[in-house]
């Protein structure tokens, strides 16, 4: 077992060592800089450079705006600067969902991974790897 810090709990740890251990690792979970919603994050969600956001699943949608997203803050206290980079999805991206080169999206019916290698703002440019 290992906690945040990366540092190993030992084997003979004492039920006190463990428990210790056990509420260091949750105050730093409640420090954790993650967020989610059905919703963009672009001007709406107030974070710190660094932060997560993940999009969930819009019901009853068959666009890429249905489609779950990882997003990355990449600027501090603003509501802008968050990037899009990882996306979840059913089927080939290509002509369906929009974003930046070096995006990846993964299928998850087939397992495919696909890699968006040119056209940054438009739906094509997708390769499987």
Do not use: C
């Not at 369906?96 to 696909?114: E, F």
């Amino acid at each position: 077992m290992r906690n945040i810090s990366n540092q190993p709990i030992p084997h003979d740890a004492t039920v006190e060592q463990l428990n210790k251990e056990l509420r260091r690792t949750q105050r730093e979970l409640q420090n954790l800089p993650l967020y989610y919603g059905d919703f963009d994050p672009q001007n709406n969600v107030l974070a710190q450079a660094g932060s997560i956001f993940i999009r969930t699943t819009k019901q009853g949608k068959n666009t890429a705006e249905a489609t779950p997203h990882i997003y990355i803050k990449t600027s501090d206290n603003t509501r802008d600067g968050w990037l899009s980079l990882l996306f979840l999805g059913s089927g080939n991206p290509a002509g369906n969902v929009v974003a930046m080169t070096g995006s990846i999206l993964l299928d998850v019916l087939t397992g495919t991974l696909y890699k968006k290698t040119t056209g940054t703002g438009s739906a094509n440019g997708w390769s499987a790897v």
